[in-house]
Every structure is written in C-alpha cells, then in structure tokens.
C-alpha cells in the first residue's frame, strides 16, 4: 500500500503539532492509567508528518513505544547506537530507555506510533527482537502497514472492543517481526529456520508421525539436536509437542464425530488402542471414553 493512499485512509483530521517539531499529526488516545493494564492495553497512538527540526530527546518515558517510519529519512539514537530511519523501518523501545529522534532537515520523516503498557508487552517486545535490537527492517512492509492502519482506524473509531481489537493487532504485528524480519545470516538464524523448518513438519504431518525421529530423518537433522532447538525454542522437548497435537485433535475428534476409540487412535498415529487410551488419561484426566461421555452430557446439560 502507498503512504499517500494509506495516509488519506487513516487521516480524520489534522492536529497541528509544537512548532518546530510536527507539520501535520492524527492521534488517538485510550483512558488507560499506568496501573491499569494486567495484560496488554494501549495508551496512545497516531500518524506525524515531521518538520524539517523535528528533534525528540528523551532521557527516559514511560511506556512502550514503536514506530514505523513510512517516508522520509532520520536517526535515532539509543545505547549508543545511531540507527538509520526511512521507509520499512519499525523501532521501538521500553519504559525507561534514554532516546533521541532527529529527522533529516532535506527529507522530513512522517511515521506512525504507539504507545502501551502491561506485563505481555516484555515478552511481546523480546520475541519481536526489538528489546535487544530496536530496530527491525520490515520484510513484509504491506502486512506490517496494514496492521498499523487496523490499530489507527479502531482507535479513531472507538467501537465496541476498540481496545481488545487494537491490542490483538498489536500482538500480531510485534510476533509477526521474529519470523518475517530481514534477518543476518547467522548461526542464530540458522538455528531458528533449522527449528521452524522441523516444526512446520511436525504441525502438518502430526497425525501420521510416529516420534520425534522421524522428523529428526525427514528434515536431514540428528534428533538430538532438534531436541536442543525444541528446548531453545519452544521450552518443551519436539515430543511432547507431538504430543500435545495428537491428543488435542483426538479430542476434538471424540466430540465432533461418531468414530470410535480405535478409529480414533488410528488417525492420530498410534497403532495399539490401548497405548493411546492410556497417554489420552495422562493428558487429557480420562479416559477416550469417559471424555466424551463427561463432556457430551455436560453439552446435552446446557442444551436443556
């Protein structure tokens, strides 16, 4: 999506900005207090097209911050570090982190922002790469745009939900950075697209995988190093997180269809009945059958 085209999209109406420092702004704002957010909430947000001495230089702030510049060029300085900003490039940092944004007098930046708060937003900001980096350059820069103008209408439209809606945007554009990000080529990397390249094996052909070394023999890796990168990664070993989607579609099996135990344990891999009747109770705290007899007379409960 063109800036120009996205501009006019999101654009309500223009607030002029201090002198010196912003030409054109659109913001909005939550009622969000700082003690307020147990999850995840939004405080602010909003669109700034900078003047030729825009110059932000902060010691510290309070919130969560990210900004996406969409035109224009500048820096910004933070641990010692001078990044360079234009098109694409999302930044950010958490509260309490000295900062400092200048534009390019020859080329104004215009960028949109967002400020939250809540004990997701660490986490979120950790997988995302920009509490370590802060600075990411946007591989897929259309989605990440689109995300933004998702959190900019809501938030100037204000309808039912407005706050869960633009936080669950928010979500999805910090988590989509660790896997769509234009990242070096390291051992690091390396690791991670070894890790994703496994998992992606597991969450398409769990029915039919019969342990982690099959997927260890299809990806062309030992199974012990994809332990450890399981172990990195996921914080659970690559069995358990078999095993976790084979139980959890035969449950979803045992309430939605009238197929039997034995069917049932066929279609998720498991060749003895009894085997899979047995870790279905250690999972699951019954037995195949007592689950769908518990939970299908609790459904005809409801239903009466």
Known sequence: METSVFRRKIKKKYTTGTPGKVVNADYF????????????????GGYEKCAPDFDINRNTYPYFFIKYTLSGEGTLEINSQTLPLRSGILTGFEPGTAHHYKSDPNNPMEHIFVTFIGNQAANLFRKSTLATKHFIEVA?????LDLFNQILQAGHEKPSFSQEICCAYLQI???EQSSSSIQPITSSAISMETYQKCKKY?????SSVKSPGNV??????????????????CYIPPGQYLTRLKFNKAANLLLTTGLTVKEIAFQVGFEDPYHFSKNFKKFHGYSPRLYRIKHMERTAAQIR
């Open 29 to 44: 704002y939550y009622d969000t207090a700082p003690g307020d957010a147990k999850g995840l909430a939004i405080v602010c």
């Open 202 to 206: 597991i969450d398409t052909h769990f």
């Open 216 to 233: 260890a023999d299809k990806c062309g890796i030992d199974v012990r190093y994809m332990s450890t990168l399981f172990k990195k990664h």
């Open 173 to 175: 554009l910090l988590l």
């Open 140 to 144: 897929n820069q259309d989605k990440t």
